[in-house]
């Protein structure tokens, strides 16, 4: 995402800032979370969630006044790639498909923006709902590496185009 601020009815998507440390270290360092996280390591600590938020890396996802996770696109192999996570606390709510909704629309805004590619642990069912909320088709299985857990698991891989998520945001 740009620096450009998106909002939805309940969230604020923003620029990560120094001050989002605290809130960022507060979610993350949490097992479930950070195990379903390509990157971060494990134990995840507070420096790393201070050398995070001074990256400016990703939107800030605040709602009520609170960083409760972090959403991006990003390139890969020079693919969009959407990422994404929430806190525990605020799994559930529809949050999460708020979020990857409102950041997809702006993404594709861009009349160049023709597909995302993404994907998802196999063992992460909940990742495959927003998924499919927002329209995503499944395109093949490989083993990425996940850095908290120190091993290779299987990820389905997903991907989207500005027609499949029109029909699905109908």
């Known amino acids: 995402m740009t620096s450009e601020v998106l909002t939805t009815p309940r969230l604020v998507l923003r620029t990560v800032s120094t001050k989002d440390a605290d809130d960022i270290f ?5 097992w479930d979370v950070v195990k379903m996280l390509k990157m971060p390591p494990w134990p995840y600590t507070r ?31 020079d693919r969009d790639t959407p990422g994404y996570w929430f806190g525990k606390a605020y799994w559930g709510r529809g949050l999460m498909s708020e979020t990857i909704g409102a950041l997809l ?34 395109i093949g299985e490989e083993l990425t590496h996940i850095v908290s857990r120190g091993e290779q698991v299987k990820e389905i891989r997903t991907r989207l185009t500005r027609e499949e998520f029109e029909k699905a945001s109908r």
């Open 26 to 30: 507060s979610h993350i360092a949490d």
């Open 105 to 138: 629309r702006a993404h594709f805004e861009n009349p160049e923006a023709a597909a995302v590619f993404s994907g998802y642990a196999i063992d992460n069912p909940t990742s495959w709902r927003v998924h499919q909320k927002m329209g995503f088709s499944r």
């Open 47 to 77: 420096n790393h969630a201070i050398q995070f938020a001074a990256s400016g890396a990703g939107s800030a996802i605040e709602y009520q006044g609170r960083v409760i996770g972090i959403v991006s696109i990003e390139k890969r192999d």
